[in-house]
């Protein structure tokens, strides 16, 4: 089955710095990969996917990630934190094996210090 | 363009009372539709999904029930609500498997 790990539950960084939110996945197929991003009290939004195309994949607000399938990992990373970035965020995995119905990572909380 | 709805933001209901959530998607036809719970400082459950008009699958058993009466109208539903009701709840939307989820802005439900 299907499933998704996110190494960290808190990530603290200084604004103007460089985020790493890690997420490792287990597939028996070919997986999709989605990042989303959830503010206080909102729904969720897609900051990128990866659906077996070029596996550097760019997304909105300067965030981007990279399938690695030797490392079964699906790293988010941002060179420059802005406040405006603090936010939880969650990795989901989806595949033939699994129905294609996502499985949600339990997400980072990333806080961004002035 | 596609957009969803989903009300209320906002609930607050004793225990015992009805719950009645709905979700509406605008822009597309037979979407794959779904609602999600977020316990605080957790992360989503999947409790129902919906692949087309009548067709519910449920993935948690419990307190809740959905339905599905027209193609882009989802409902979440319950008789009696308890204590552990409370949470945020998510309806979400896609086109196709594998596509990405579309969701909407929630709705905080506090059951006292």
């Known amino acids: 089955a299907q499933s998704v790990t996110q190494l960290d539950s808190h990530v603290s960084v200084s604004e103007g710095t460089p985020v790493l939110l890690r997420c490792n996945y287990s597939?028996?197929?070919?997986?999709?990969l989605f990042w989303y991003v959830q503010h206080p009290n909102k729904g969720l939004q897609l900051l990128l996917k990866?659906?077996?195309?070029?596996?550097l994949v760019k997304g909105i607000n300067g965030f981007e990630a990279e399938f690695k399938k030797s490392e079964t990992s699906f790293h988010l990373t941002k060179p420059s934190a802005h406040m405006s970035d603090a936010a939880e965020y969650f990795c989901?995995?989806?595949?033939?094996?699994?129905?294609?119905?996502?499985?949600f990572g339990r997400g980072t909380s990333l806080i961004v210090h002035p | 363009s596609q957009t969803i709805h989903q009300w209320p933001a906002t609930l607050v209901q004793p225990v015992g009372s009805p719950l009645s959530l709905e979700c509406t998607v605008e822009?597309?036809?037979?979407?794959?539709l779904y609602w999600y719970r977020q316990a605080a400082g957790r992360g989503l459950q999947l409790l129902f999904y919906?692949?087309?008009?009548?067709?519910i699958s449920s993935e948690v058993p419990q307190n809740l029930s959905a339905s599905r009466p027209q193609d882009r109208q989802f409902i979440l539903s319950s008789k009696k609500l308890l204590l552990s009701d409370s949470g945020f709840y998510l309806c979400?939307?896609?086109?196709?498997?594998?596509?990405?989820?579309?969701f909407g802005n929630g709705t905080r439900l506090t059951v006292t």
């Open positions: 979400a939307w896609r086109d196709r498997e594998n596509s990405p989820l579309h």
């Open positions: 597939s028996s197929y070919s997986p999709s």
């Open positions: 990866y659906t077996s195309a070029a596996t």
């Open positions: 989901v995995v989806s595949d033939q094996g699994g129905s294609y119905i996502p499985t």
């Open positions: 822009g597309t036809s037979n979407p794959n």
């Open positions: 919906s692949v087309g008009i009548g067709q």
